[in-house]
């Protein structure tokens, strides 16, 4: 099984989720930083398969979808902020989760905030990595498999 | 326990009274502003076992709870629900953000009457809302 979604298909689900929860545009495309320092992972499995759905974006971004979806604006990265990006890693992961393998489950969230960090994971491998422009910063979405 | 937006009188008609059940504090605040719209009285649970607690102390009107929570988990909380003759009647409309799978037919087969699905917004939480309680008016 492949953990590749059709690029269209997972435009439509980001546009489509930063649109509904964020009132944002996030178009496919941009450039794709070396370093972004937020990540939020879901993990998905079922049966034997584990995957990943892992989102990187800037705190300029994460603060953006923080003050849109609690209606006031977030100066800096805290709880409030971390909590609304884990919940767009969730919403994207579970409306990405039709178009992959039927009987999968989402995980909880795991978001990270640092200035230097890499994840690692002896098991994951990228499967697919694309990158967005929302509506001026980047966002990074990447599926990962267990190899 | 947190009111959201208390508003019972004892002389006044009775608000129809909302619990949401949601591990996420976005969407605890996102339904709690949109509830409150509508006029509703919210009620805010932060975990399945809570929710299962305040349900049997508040029984309200209604409750929109999320599947995936740390803990007692939606499903869970909800089999926990209809076990118990005081909160049995409650309706309960489940909310995620996954689209199929077996926990969705879990829930229905548990006895929830609706799932709305995330990204939540005005629109699809006021048409799933509207086929189980009437308009935010008095009992």
């Known amino acids: 099984m492949s953990l590749r979604v059709e690029r269209t298909v997972l435009a ?32 998905i499995s079922g049966g034997e398969d584990r995957m990943a759905v892992i989102l990187r974006l800037s ?37 990405l989760k039709p178009h992959l393998r ?8 795991t978001v990270v905030h640092g200035s230097d960090f890499a994840i690692h994971s002896p098991r994951l491998a990228i499967s697919q ?3 967005f422009t929302c509506p ?8 990962a498999r267990e190899s | 326990m947190i009111f959201w937006k208390s508003s019972k009188t004892e002389t006044g008609p009775r608000k129809l009274t909302v619990l949401t059940v949601d591990d996420s504090s976005t969407i605890l605040i996102i339904l709690g ?24 102390a508040k029984t309200p009107d209604l409750i929109i709870m999320d599947v995936t929570m740390p803990g007692m988990n939606g499903i869970e909380a909800l089999a926990k629900l209809k076990e118990n003759p005081k909160t049995a009647a409650i309706p309960v409309m489940m909310c995620s953000a996954e689209q199929t799978g077996k926990d969705l037919d879990r829930a229905f ?6 799932y709305l699905i995330k990204p939540v917004t005005a629109e699809r939480l006021k048409a799933k809302i509207s086929k189980i309680l009437p308009p935010a008016t008095t009992m």
Do not use: C
Request: charged share 20%; proline share 5%.
């Open chain 1, 12 to 43: 439509e689900v980001v546009a489509s989720v930063f649109k509904g929860m964020v009132g944002i545009e996030a178009r496919p495309g941009g450039d794709s930083p070396e370093f972004l320092p937020i990540a939020a992972m879901i993990g």
């Open chain 1, 59 to 95: 705190e300029a971004l994460a603060l953006k979808v923080a003050g849109a979806m609690l209606g006031e604006e977030a100066m800096s990265w805290g709880p409030a902020a971390e909590d609304a990006v884990a919940e767009l890693a969730n919403v994207i992961a579970g409306n």
């Open chain 1, 102 to 109: 039927a009987g999968m489950a989402l995980s909880l969230p």
């Open chain 1, 129 to 131: 990595s694309e990158t």
């Open chain 1, 136 to 143: 001026d910063e980047p966002l990074i979405v990447i599926l």
């Open chain 2, 33 to 56: 502003k949109l509830l409150s719209e509508l006029g509703y009285e919210v009620l805010q649970a932060s975990n399945g076992l809570e929710g299962v607690h305040m349900a049997q």
């Open chain 2, 109 to 114: 087969q548990l006895g929830a009457v609706e």
